[in-house]
């Protein structure tokens, strides 16, 4: 089956340590992209990758970083300088003549 | 900026018609609606392109006003299925492939027996 796959799908953080989401897709796509959703609040954009190697930083991207070394993976770090990252991460990839799909995302806690 | 969407919420009985609306401020190659389950993921409904028809997905279609730099999208005779919380993503003109796509907040759509 194609699809796109996050794990884990929670995750425990204490305050102070960097944590790796991961994401990774079998669908072919070109682009991947990482989402933030609140509680209540819409997607925000923190990182996205049009091509292997390269990735820019989108509206949020204070306090995560992301690499792209394989077209199929595209994992997100959340860094101890990222203040509030309690929050549900989505990850997305989409091809250039079509829309994005969505993993089944991560729910963050930092204790 | 963040597309506009309306109403915010809104509740109706099954069987009663909804319209959401998006709206932006700078010219849209493309919006995409996608309706969000409590706790999971978008899941993708429909894409309408610049220069393209109203589209339709079972009772679900939605309409793109290029000059006014708007998308609808229509529910008719909504099914307790249908509840969620509606977003329309939209990409800019120009379009290069691969853009990103910018959110609305979200149109939360409840509906009840």
């Known amino acids: 089956d194609g699809g796109i796959t996050q794990s884990p799908k929670y995750l425990f953080r204490k305050e102070g340590q960097n944590v790796t989401l991961s994401c990774e897709q079998n669908?072919?796509?070109?682009?991947m992209y990482w989402y933030r959703q609140d509680p209540g609040q819409g997607l925000r954009l923190i990182y996205y990758?049009?091509?292997?190697?390269?990735?820019q930083k989108g509206d949020i991207a204070e306090g995560y970083s992301v690499s792209r070394e394989k077209k199929e993976s595209f994992p997100l770090t959340v860094t101890s300088a990222q203040k509030n990252p309690t929050a549900f991460y989505l990850c997305a990839s989409s091809s250039s003549i079509d829309t994005q799909y969505f993993g089944p995302g991560t729910r963050l806690t930092v204790l | 900026q963040q597309p506009v969407q309306s109403p915010q919420a809104v509740i109706l009985r099954e069987g009663e018609d909804a319209v959401i609306n998006c709206s932006s401020s700078?010219?849209?190659?493309?919006v995409h609606w996608y309706r969000q389950k409590h706790g999971e993921a978008p899941v993708f409904l429909m894409i309408l392109l610049k220069g393209g028809e109203q589209k339709g997905h079972e009772k679900i279609s939605a309409s793109f006003n290029e000059k006014k730099q708007q998308s609808s999208l229509y529910l008719t005779a909504s099914q307790l299925s249908y509840s969620g919380t509606y977003f329309c993503?939209?990409?800019?003109?120009?379009?290069?492939?691969?853009?990103?796509?910018?959110f609305g907040t979200g149109t939360r759509l409840t509906i009840i027996p």
């Open positions: 993503g939209t990409e800019p003109l120009p379009n290069f492939g691969n853009e990103k796509l910018t």
């Open positions: 700078k010219a849209l190659y493309s």
């Open positions: 990758s049009q091509i292997v190697n390269d990735f």
């Open positions: 669908l072919n796509h070109d682009a």
